[in-house]
Each structure stands twice: as C-alpha cells, then as structure tokens.
C-alpha cells in the first residue's frame, strides 16, 4: 500500500465550480500535512498546511480527518488559473522527518 | 531572496553514461532532499542530507546513484551508469530544518535517457 493516496484525475470541470480532491495515508504516525500545487513542467509549490480544525484560504479549504487518515481539499469557484496538480504530502516521522507526496491530482478547469 | 538553484536545466544522455546534477539550496536551510519525478507521478524522494550529514537513502539506487553535500551547502547527485527508465525531472529542494516543514524547490533538472 503506498503511504500517501490519491486520485490521479483528471478532473475536468467548468469555470466556477466547486471541486474536491482526496487523499488518504497509511503512517498513523504522520505529524503534519500540506497541499502542494505543481504546474505543468513547474516544480512544486507550498500551496496550504492542513490543521485539524480545518483551514482556509480564500477560495481553497483544507481538512484533516486522523481517525480516517484522511485529508482533503476543497476548491471553490474555480478559475482558469487553478488548472495544475495538485499534490498531498504527508510529513513523517520514522526516526526522523520526511516529505512524502502523492501522485498528485490533476485538475483542468475550462471556461 | 534566493531561491535554490539547479543545473543543469536538461540533459540527455546515451544509456550507460554517467551524469551529474548540482544543486544549491537556499542559504541557512539546514535540510536538503533530491527527489525524482517520473512523468505522471508524484515526487519519490531518493535522499535527505541534515547538514552534511545522510538521514536518508533508503530509496536511493545505491548500485548506480550517488550523492554527497559538501560542506553541508551545495550538493550533487551522480548516476553512473545511466538506465532508460532514469529518464526523469530530479528536484532538489530545501527546508529550514526538518522541524519546518516547508520544503522549497529548485526548477529541477530533466533527464533523457536514451
């Protein structure tokens, strides 16, 4: 099973639509969780941290659910722009700290 | 602020070639991962350095991959000989110190086997 989960997409949706990407991770263990967003041929960018209480920003929410192993992202009102991958990543501790990524999601939005 | 940097941007080499990628992260951050990014995936992280120090490389093809820090700033990451399925983007990225999670990347160099 890999450590960190996700839909590889695409997800095709219009111009002003809500979407929402999955993730789930095997580590119990995981200490933190970020959402990265990577461009076509780009290298990946810090997008949002994940906090239990669920956080947002502007139009991205994010939610973390550890009963679950769960963490997910929400995306309003999508514009043009957000056409990316968008990449779950779960920070371990196996005796030390590691970034682990999934696949990534792929999001196309059309106008 | 600078960000970290990588060289060479792209490469393409014969099979059973050797090849080098440089990497030099941002100043302070103490953390330093090479990872490789085969079309269609998700970053794999091949090794973490901790200053100049391996915390690590359990994913690192240690038969054909190696990868040192100098001094705990710059790094390279060398694979000797090549194989097709190398054929990938490896980023270098650097964080503050593990504690900080943020991990900042470089453009990363894009290698061709062929």
């Known amino acids: 099973r890999k450590e960190v989960e996700q839909d590889p997409g695409p997800f095709n949706v219009p111009e002003g639509a809500t979407v929402a990407f999955n993730c789930t991770y095997s580590?119990?263990?995981?200490?933190?969780f970020f959402w990265y967003r990577q461009d076509c041929r780009k290298e990946p960018k810090l997008l949002m941290s994940?906090?239990?209480s669920g956080n947002e920003d502007g139009r991205f929410t994010a939610q973390l659910n550890r009963a679950s192993q769960y963490i997910s992202l929400l995306i309003r009102d999508s514009k043009l722009s957000d056409s990316a991958t968008y990449l779950c990543v779960v920070m371990m501790n196996t005796g030390f700290q590691k970034l682990v990524f999934g696949t990534g999601t792929r999001l196309l939005v059309s106008p | 602020e600078a960000g970290v940097a990588q060289s060479p941007r792209y490469k393409i080499i014969e099979k059973r070639q050797s090849v080098a990628f440089w990497c030099n992260p941002i100043s302070g951050h103490a953390t330093l991962y090479w990872y490789q990014q085969i079309l269609g995936q998700g970053p794999k992280l091949l090794i973490q350095f901790q200053n100049n120090g391996v915390v690590d490389d359990s994913q690192l093809p240690k038969d054909r991959f190696s990868a040192e820090r100098l001094k705990g700033v710059d790094s390279t990451l060398k694979i000797q000989p090549a194989k097709l399925e190398d054929s990938a983007v490896y980023l270098c990225?650097?964080?503050?110190?593990?504690?900080?999670?943020?991990?900042?990347f470089g453009q990363g160099t894009r290698l061709t086997v062929v």
């Open positions: 990225a650097s964080s503050l110190s593990p504690g900080v999670p943020e991990a900042f």
């Open positions: 994940v906090y239990s």
């Open positions: 580590n119990s263990a995981s200490q933190s």
